[in-house]
């Protein structure tokens, strides 16, 4: 029987830690072949580059496994490695590992999860790893273990049509961790502010902060999921329509 053929990806760029630690994972599992963009691209959402040409170069990061870098985003990645290195589907789309957590709102800008919510959109199954922990010394081994148990599962069962999911893990050592859970997406939204500055020549500029905050302290939700210790799965679908506003909107008479 032969190996499901996995691409893997990420927004953090092909040299990063998460990136090596998910390869090890799923190399272990099937063919792998790595396409990942050649620079961070954190935060880049679901874009797409059009106004520019995409490059595509050969990577020897990985040794013996196959690999190539992109100029673009984690979605031109993925929809290059569809569609010009493999020319087919591959079985399997795994994106991460996260640094830091894509929980609740910001699976919206999350280039990790875009890359997989393109894979949904190609209706293959995706899924998106992030670790809550933005230290570059990041232990990935916890999520490792809870990625291998993941892919298994999706492998090997009847993934959902047009969904990926979203798994994320709490910064706790493996002996922490209580299991995974099944969730919702949390109603939490960064309150932003921008800090004002003034660069070397007298000029202003902006640098966004704030604070993320959860608007429900719900107990169903990956937030809670995560502080109380437990790996969040949330399945995670493309279609942005509001379909319980149709009815209202209706009564508008239009």
Not at 20 to 31: C, P, Y
Not at 34 to 49: L, R, W
Request: proline content about 6%; glycine content about 6%; hydrophobic content about 40%.
């Amino acid at each position: 029987m032969s190996k499901p053929l996995i691409l893997v990806t990420n927004d953090d760029g092909i040299t990063a830690p998460g990136l090596k630690a998910l390869v090890q994972v799923a190399s272990k599992i099937g063919k792998v072949v790595v396409i990942a963009p050649d620079s961070p691209q954190s935060g880049m959402g679901h874009a797409i580059t059009i106004n520019s040409p995409i490059r595509i170069e050969k990577s020897e990061v990985f040794d013996d496994i196959e690999a190539h870098t992109c100029s673009g985003t984690p979605v031109d990645c993925v929809k290059v490695g569809i569609f010009h290195i493999l020319k087919r589907k591959p079985d399997l789309i795994i994106s991460g590992i996260n640094h830091g957590s894509n929980a609740a709102t910001n699976v919206i800008y999350s280039g990790t999860m875009s890359a997989a919510v393109e894979g949904a959109m190609e209706n293959i199954p995706s899924i998106g790893f992030s670790l809550d922990d933005f230290a570059h010394e990041a232990d990935f081994k916890p999520t490792q273990h809870y990625a291998k148990l993941i892919i298994d599962k999706a492998l090997s069962n009847e993934f959902p049509t047009n969904v990926c999911l979203n798994v994320n893990v709490p910064k706790l050592p493996i002996s922490k961790l209580k299991g995974m859970r099944v969730c919702r997406q949390a109603n939490a939204f960064w309150e932003d502010r921008f800090d004002e500055r003034i660069d070397p020549i007298g000029k202003k500029y902006y640098w966004l902060t704030g604070e993320f905050k959860d608007q429900e302290q719900a107990e169903d939700t990956d937030m809670a999921t995560l502080k109380n210790g437990y790996v969040s799965i949330v399945p995670v679908q493309f279609d942005m329509t509001a379909h319980h506003a149709i009815s209202q909107i209706n009564k508008w008479k239009l």
